[in-house]
């Protein structure tokens, strides 16, 4: 026997049939079901294979704490693992299947874990290879390995798809006064009073329906209660979002939903996202989340046919599926009733246990006219039945314990063990659940922050007290807001007549079950007393070695059983033994929602020059460099990279190049204490340095360590303009403000970042100034007089385009840098590729650039890597010693400057015609081994030494080499090679050439 | 997440700021012995409650802030320009 659909009642819309697959055969259901309703509709029983021992499993709930009715959710692309069937809603075209299990759910050959069962106790990822000799790394790992993938692949859960998601996401952002989570009678008390009051208030529910557990009540399309309710909800203002569950709580009134915006449509708009991931600051919160039933340890009790009471009444009254035929309803405490007495009248024959010794009235006179017989001081003991409960041994209070009862044949067990007020959102923020043994639950602790627990959350179990508890969190809420309005008391915790019986596991001395606490994951209560016996006391402890309340049920079925079972064990109060901590998410969220749109090409900003078009259409490929896309090479006539950055290096030698160099950061240093300013922060002296002249420098962190390079021009006596490497422009940027806002306040300095407002170009090689020069307004500012080495000039380029001039050199040729305002970028090159093409000049990338600097032994961020000191650099002349600068006092630690730091060197390979690889470790000849003696950092071939060449540091600097064999160590690519050690000044060390 | 009231933006994410630091320190004159330094560079207190501390609203204003934050609650007391003459210029503004 199983379920059955009603003829009527219920919240389904039998005017509509959808149909959906299961385990690809066909079935349906309606508009209102999900998708476990449906299933148990259609007298489907046996949905899952539990985690470890592939034990047989049915619907267990009807919400969230679901751990057996677990599937798998589309095809393809789309498969989507582990999806409670019984928070899915049902459409047309759903299609679902049973996971862990081979070649069905049905019949498991997995099975055979179950009689295997003793390798997979608590613990047994840590125990199953001790005495596995011999297990160490490096001996036993290899078996190790193998048994692990075994394992992996025998206890698990569904797999997800490999496919890349073909679905959307997006995040989004809202603000309200007031966040109310859940949409049950408090939930909807509270949102409606105040919003009446004047907050602006936002209503989350996880269902996709408002109600809670209104929804779970006899249906009455007549009764007009409930609609009236949630029409003044409306008509107050309040913004409603369902299907959105709050799962995070954080810092300063900030909460994380996810809201599932087309994950129960059939053919969603191609313009919805599947899922949004909300960030929502409010500004107080009131959480109405409600209470989720806890089960009972007894054995077996995980057989399909075995739910909670409130799923069984949910399933009959929401849903009109009359979840069995013979019903026993077990239970400790009042809350069962209604739901016995619902099924009755259903037409189900139904036995009641009530672990308690008397029955309150009126609850037994209610049972007796519905013809409910009532077993007082009765439990489940062990419910039997291969593939679905056929019967149920029950066990009878004998003093303290238990012994066994008489047996019942049933269809259907609905069980109750007690409430857990849904703590979990308030825990995130660090309160502390407090356990309370007169309701045998934790409720909320004191949190200190603007967040308010109304209705069942609170212990509150009569729905009028939720409603008022509601009602009384929003006027604390409003008051606290400012807004006048009557304050409701609120009422007190609890509410049934007569008071629970704490029960959290049946048995009888002698009799071995397997009685599961937490069900998703396969935890028994035998696994627990194991885990105290081998000393695992500690909750914290206990959750990590057996599982218990880990995946996604994190603790919201298991939990309380798991606590009260150490707490016998340890002859303690559960109070004392304390509750695991609660974390986000409450539910589980997607990888796809947390990342958004950010993924591919949006994972992050990309940026590009003023001349990204121009460049294209002169032939670039485009690499990154950063955020920015900057040309690599120019390649003509089918060349390789190699081919084309070896000849554009050499036309620069040669002739004359123009490279886009807009990424450099430039800065704007303006006032009349910038020439001072400059002077603290750069290593070198600044504070004679004329107008129209440009400088080099060096700045190191406050630890004596190089932060960032790059040329500083002096505009006029007020103005600077200073250019950064292109990785660390924002952060010297922010470095420059914190030093004149905290450090030294009294300069009269501002800094502007400019680096979006100025396109630049370098203008390389000996007919550099010919080409320039055939281009700006008035060739003499160009002259060796007018602007020799290091001269700043401002003039226009034909045409009228403002420019800005310096001659500096990277390259180590006569070289110029060429700014103009961004929007003239492309018309300035159009100007020098004119006049630079016809002479045999080139267009060169960040490959040519590299070879250029390599060959001249300058630094950039390969050799600028945060552990560099300006002597290691090379660069020790920089530092002033007449004048104090930031890093000046700690670059001088006596580790900073031992002579056998690694520092600054020339590599070439012995054999001219060999190569090398940036990151090889440059080791004597007669140790290669270990970390060696330094390392390569840059590497390219050199068109003016005709073969490969490298930059790299050595421990004493290239003098300490010369003459000594070295091999460039590089064991996992190229081998080794062996190399000399030279001054990294590799070409026309002189620097005749950028004078000249 | 937490939420920073700018003095000058209003109440912002955190994200849009970037921490800098103990806002406690005094950074000793560039001339000072490197000991003073030492001191000022590496020595923190590790503070378990309220302490002041440097924010930059990197995207906002790009002003540094000092904001007093409970490390423990992530309360926040005060916020307030790190430049005094800002701060200033804000009151008297008021
Ligand atoms: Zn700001």
Redesign the pocket.
Do not use: N, Q, T, Y
């Given at each position: 026997m199983s379920a059955r659909r009603l003829t009527d009642g219920g919240r389904i819309d039998r005017s509509q049939t959808l149909r959906f697959t299961w385990d690809e055969r066909g079935l349906s259901g309606h508009p209102g079901d999900t998708l476990a309703s449906a299933l148990l509709a259609s007298g489907e029983r046996l949905l899952g294979r539990s985690f470890k021992y592939h034990r047989p499993r049915g619907v267990m709930s009807a919400g969230v704490e679901e751990s057996g009715a677990l599937v798998t959710l589309g095809r393809a692309a789309r498969r989507d693992p582990n999806v409670k069937a019984t928070t899915q809603e049902l459409f047309e075209g759903l299609a679902a299947a049973g996971q862990n299990a081979w070649p069905n759910v049905r019949y498991d050959l997995g099975a055979v874990n179950g009689l295997l069962s003793r390798f997979f106790v608590a613990g047994f990822y840590y125990k199953t290879f001790m005495g596995v000799p011999p297990f160490e790394w490096g001996r036993g790992t290899g078996m190790w390995m193998r048994y692990e993938k075994l394992i992996r692949r025998a206890a698990g859960m569904g797999t997800a798809s490999r496919a890349p998601d073909p679905d959307r996401y997006e995040h989004a952002h809202d603000f309200c006064d007031l966040l109310v989570v859940g949409a049950g009678p408090a939930g909807l008390a509270a949102a409606r009073v105040a919003a009446e009051a004047g907050l602006d208030v936002l209503l989350v529910e996880q269902d996709f329906e408002l109600g809670g557990n209104l929804l779970n009540q006899p249906h009455d399309p007549a009764a007009t209660g409930h609609a009236r309710e949630l029409a003044a909800v409306a008509a107050a203002g309040v913004r409603i979002m369902t299907r959105t569950t709050a799962f995070g709580l954080y810092d300063h009134g900030v909460a994380g939903l996810l809201e599932r915006v087309t994950e129960h449509l059939a053919n969603p708009s191609p313009h919805l996202p599947r899922q949004r991931f909300w960030t929502v600051r409010a500004r107080h919160t009131i959480l109405a989340t409600g209470a989720l039933e806890r089960h009972v340890a007894f054995g077996d009790n995980d057989r399909p046919g075995v739910m909670s009471v409130t799923a069984a009444r949910s399933y009959l009254n929401r849903f009109a599926v009359l979840p069995g035929e013979s019903v026993i309803v077990a239970t400790n405490n009042d809350s069962a009733y209604a739901a016995a007495l619902e099924l009755a009248r259903a037409g189900a024959a139904v036995t009641l246990l009530d672990a308690r010794d008397t029955v309150p009235e009126p609850l037994s006179t209610a049972a007796a006219d519905e013809g409910i017989v009532v077993h007082t001081n009765t439990a489940p003991l062990q419910a039997q039945g291969a593939r679905s409960v056929d019967a149920l041994r029950t066990a009878v209070a004998d003093g303290t314990g238990w012994r066994t009862g008489a047996t019942f044949d049933c269809d259907f067990v609905a069980v109750s063990g007690g409430w857990s007020p849904v703590v979990h959102l308030h825990s995130h923020r660090g309160a502390r659940p407090v356990w309370n043994a007169a309701l045998a639950c934790f409720l909320p602790g004191e949190c200190g922050e603007p967040l308010h627990v109304a209705g069942a959350a609170a212990g509150i179990w009569d729905e009028q007290a939720c409603e008022t508890s509601g009602r009384a969190a929003a006027a604390a809420a409003a008051a606290a807001l400012g807004k006048s309005v009557p304050s409701v008391s609120a009422p007190p915790a609890g509410g049934w007549s007569a008071p629970i019986r704490p029960l959290y596991e049946v048995r009888v001395a002698g009799q071995k079950l397997k009685s599961f606490v937490d069900v998703q994951n396969d935890v028994t209560a035998e696994d627990v007393r194991l885990a105290h016996r081998e000393g695992y006391v500690s909750v914290e402890h206990l959750k990590r070695y057996t599982t218990l309340g880990m995946a996604t049920d994190q603790g919201k079925m298991g939990n309380v059983i798991g606590l009260a079972l150490m707490a016998e064990a340890l002859g303690k109060e559960i109070a004392e033994v304390g509750t695991t901590t609660f974390r986000p998410p409450y539910t589980p969220v997607s990888l796809g929602a947390l990342a958004g749109r950010g993924k591919g090409s949006h994972f992050r900003p990309l940026r590009r020059t003023p001349m990204h078009d121009w460049n294209l259409a002169h032939g670039a490929t485009m690499t990154e460099a950063g955020l920015w896309q900057r040309p690599w090479f120019f390649a003509r006539d089918r060349e390789s990279l190699a081919q084309a950055y070896v000849r554009e290096a050499s036309t620069v030698r040669t002739s004359v190049g123009l490279c886009d160099v807009t990424s450099l950061g430039k800065i704007a240093v303006q006032g009349p204490d910038a020439t001072e300013f400059l002077n603290r922060v750069y290593t070198n002296p600044f504070a004679k340095l004329p107008i129209g002249k440009a400088r080099y420098g060096i700045m190191l962190r406050d630890d004596g360590i190089v932060m960032d390079d790059g040329t500083t021009w002096r505009l006029s006596e007020t103005d600077y303009f200073m250019t950064t490497t292109t990785a660390h422009a924002a952060k010297v940027m922010v470095w420059l403000e914190e030093l004149l806002q905290t450090r030294w306040p009294d300069l009269r300095v501002h800094v502007t970042s400019v680096s979006e407002q100025w396109a630049g170009t370098a203008v390389a090689g000996p007919e550099s100034r010919a080409v320039l020069a055939a281009c700006v307004i008035d060739p003499h500012v160009l002259t060796d007089e007018s602007l020799p080495f290091m001269g700043v000039v401002e003039t226009r380029l034909t045409g009228g385009i403002p420019c800005r001039i310096a001659r500096i050199s990277f390259s180590g040729e006569l070289a110029f840098e060429v700014y103009v305002p961004a929007d003239y970028g492309p018309a300035m090159m159009d100007l020098l590729w004119d006049i630079a093409e016809p002479l045999g000049g080139c267009l060169y990338g960040l490959e040519a650039l590299g070879a250029l600097r390599i060959e001249k032994g300058h630094v950039t961020g390969a050799e600028l890597d945060g552990r560099v000191s300006i002597d290691d650099a090379g660069l020790g002349k920089m530092a002033a010693g007449n004048k104090h600068y930031i890093g000046s006092a700690l670059r001088k630690r006596p580790a900073l400057v031992r002579e056998d730091r690694p520092r600054l060197v020339g590599v070439f390979p012995r054999d001219r015609s060999q190569t090398f690889n940036a990151g090889a470790l440059l080791c004597r000849a007669e140790q290669v081994a270990g970390h060696g003696d330094g390392w390569i950092t840059a590497v390219t071939h050199s068109p003016a030494l005709g073969h490969w060449i490298g930059l790299g540091f050595m421990v004493g600097g290239h003098a300490a080499w010369s003459g000594k064999p070295v091999v460039a160590a590089d064991p996992v690519r190229a081998g080794n090679v062996e190399v000399e050690i030279v001054s990294p000044h590799m070409y026309d060390p002189s620097g005749a050439r950028m004078h000249g | 997440m937490i939420r920073i009231p700018?003095p000058?933006?209003g109440e912002?994410d955190h994200s849009e700021f970037t921490y800098g630091g103990d806002a406690s320190i005094e950074y000793p004159p560039l001339d000072a012995p490197p000991e003073q330094w030492l001191r000022a560079v590496f020595e923190r207190e590790n503070v378990r409650g309220m302490q002041a501390e440097t924010w930059h609203?990197a995207n906002?204003?790009r002003?540094w802030l000092v904001v007093e934050r409970d490390t423990l609650t992530h309360e926040i007391r005060s916020v307030r320009p790190a430049h005094a003459g800002i701060a200033q210029a804000l009151e008297e503004g008021r």
């Open positions: - | 700018c000058f933006c912002r609203h906002g204003c002003l």
